[in-house]
């Protein structure tokens, strides 16, 4: 009887260890000699604890990168990407995932921010071209 007492105590004992170095103490991973140093993936989505999409690291269809923020209803929101020229870009969408907010910069290397309509009109642009700044309302150069 002694012996299964004492077994039934280390059981215990292990699983509270267990439990501790698992959710109680999250440094205990961070201090353990062989980290990873690198990981390779096509694709890293991240998913609340209920398993609700929230964000999405990938590549496009031509392998381009692009990291996509989604709201609740999972329509993407913000949006991160290397586009065709090689160049980076920033949108944010509507609920309906079109593009009011552009920020880039473009082949030639300059930078551009657009504001646009919810039917996808440019309403609004500041940029610059060539060296010289250039701004857009309505369709009218100012």
């Known amino acids: 009887m002694k012996t299964i007492g004492t077994a039934i105590l280390a059981g215990v004992a292990g ?5 501790l170095v698992m959710h109680g103490n999250r440094d205990a ?4 000699p062989e980290q990873v140093k690198e990981v390779r993936t096509e694709k890293l989505v991240l998913v609340t604890a209920t398993g609700a999409v929230k964000a999405v690291l990938g590549t496009d269809k031509d392998g381009r990168p692009v990291l996509a923020m989604v709201d609740t209803k999972e329509k993407v929101r913000f949006s991160l990407a290397i586009t065709g020229d090689d160049s980076p870009a920033l949108s944010m969408t509507d609920g309906k995932e079109r ?4 920020l ?3 082949a030639k290397d300059d ?3 657009t504001l646009m309509d919810n039917k996808g009109k440019v309403q609004a642009a500041l940029s610059i071209e060539g060296g010289t700044g250039k701004l857009r309302l309505n369709g009218k150069e100012r």
Do not use: D, E, P, Y
């Open 99 to 102: 593009v009011l907010i552009g």
């Open 104 to 106: 880039a910069v473009t």
């Open 111 to 113: 930078g551009a921010v």
């Open 29 to 32: 991973f961070a201090a353990r």
């Open 15 to 19: 699983c509270l260890v267990t439990l």
